[in-house]
């Protein structure tokens, strides 16, 4: 009998389109050549065009209808004439919150073929699976803004850390490392924020007691951001708050190659409600429609999705693809210095995967 995952497209904005066509294409290869499987895709028309007709990113209904996936797939949201909180707080943050995805997950690893801006660094040095706090910390909305446009204005933003989610997604870390035999840093930020991020390190030491076979350590953020940088390697699975991993995380996307190939992962591991994989690039509307967008980090969270639904065997064939692909170093797009276009890289993706398939049955 075949299983079909019924997926939500939200193409977005900029760039989405074209990206999210190519993971699309190769998900539906990967179901055709093994044939246990299918993807039922629903497109839906929201982000900043639906919103300059509608004064609202996604319809009034919106988080009901998306109820009834198993996944959201996301292209990219954000074009100019659309303030970027705007778009970001009425159609992604909305989605993360109201669907407990409180697990982001961010692969920060240097694939064979990719460029790293190091000097003297070996492939294997750069290898980070990043799991960020995904639903409060800093993004939590909350806060105020007082008097506003007078001499005395003030602004608050409140960073909400919670015993149930900063627990939750630390043991979530933990559990991951436990599995892959890996180690666990905590990145926090406790000498500065004398509440919050004291509280962090209080649950990290509280929850590391509960799985003594897993190494720990443990760096302020600005010492991270820099180890990051002189010694990638001593970062394995890495566990921090919202805001600190947004950043860290581009610094990684530098490190493994660039933006075009940073995928994430919104969980929520209870499958209570849908989750949404989604490449982390933006929309990048100044080469919106030319066709060139690289279309890699759409394709690695699609691998993502297929490990989600427990085709982890699928998902390593996608990445093994795309290294492939980086080796042959013929169709690549300009931002990887090529010359092909968006859909040149997604039809020979899907010929390498298709190739790969039956050394893999």
């Known amino acids: 009998m075949t299983n079909i995952y019924k997926i939500a497209v939200i ?30 895709f629903t497109h839906f028309p929201w982000g900043c065009e639906y919103y300059a007709e509608h004064g609202r990113m996604m ?35 909305v989605i993360r919150k ?4 409180y697990v982001n997950i961010r692969p920060v690893k240097l694939l064979r073929g990719a460029h790293c801006p190091l000097a003297d660094v070996n492939r294997e040095d750069v290898d980070m699976l990043f799991i960020r706090e995904n639903t409060e910390g800093e993004y939590s909305g909350a806060g105020d803004w007082l008097f506003k446009g007078q001499e005395n204005e003030v602004v608050l933003q409140n ?25 666990l840093t905590s990145i ?7 509440y919050s991020m004291v509280f962090w390190d209080q649950v990290f030491e509280e929850v590391s007691a509960e799985y003594p076979e897993v190494e720990t350590a443990a760096y302020l953020v600005d010492a991270a951001a820099m180890l990051m940088i002189t010694d990638p390697k001593r970062f394995e699975v890495v566990v921090t708050s919202n805001l600190f991993g947004d950043i860290l995380t ?37 080469i919106a429609g030319k066709g060139i967008g690289n279309p890699l980090a759409s394709i690695w969270s699609a691998s993502q999705m297929l490990d989600y639904f427990g085709h982890e065997n699928y998902g390593k ?11 042959q170093n013929t169709i690549l797009t300009p931002d990887m210095k090529g010359t092909a276009s968006t859909s040149e890289v997604g039809d020979r993706l899907v010929g390498i995967i298709a190739e790969m398939m039956p050394a893999r049955v």
């Open 250 to 286: 581009d610094i990684g996307a530098a490190l493994a190659g660039g933006i075009g190939l940073a995928a994430g992962a919104n969980v929520n591991p209870e499958r209570e409600f849908p989750s949404m994989f989604e490449p982390v690039h933006g929309s990048a509307p100044d």
């Open 317 to 327: 064939l996608v990445i093994d693809g795309i290294e492939e692909l980086l080796l």
């Open 98 to 101: 109201s669907f407990d995805q």
């Open 159 to 183: 960073g909400v850390f919670s015993r149930k989610g900063t627990e939750r997604i630390i043991r979530y870390a933990f559990e991951t490392a436990k599995k892959h035999g890996r180690s």
């Open 188 to 194: 926090s930020k406790a000498n500065a924020l004398n």
């Open 59 to 93: 319809a009034e209904t919106g988080i009901e209808q998306l109820k009834q996936f198993d996944a959201i797939y996301l292209g990219a949201v954000g074009f100019p004439g659309v303030p970027d909180h705007i778009s970001l707080w009425d159609l992604l943050l």
């Open 11 to 40: 193409a977005g904005d900029g760039i989405g389109p074209e990206v999210i066509d190519q993971g699309i294409k190769v998900l539906n290869k990967v179901a055709e050549l093994d044939g246990s499987f299918q993807f039922d």
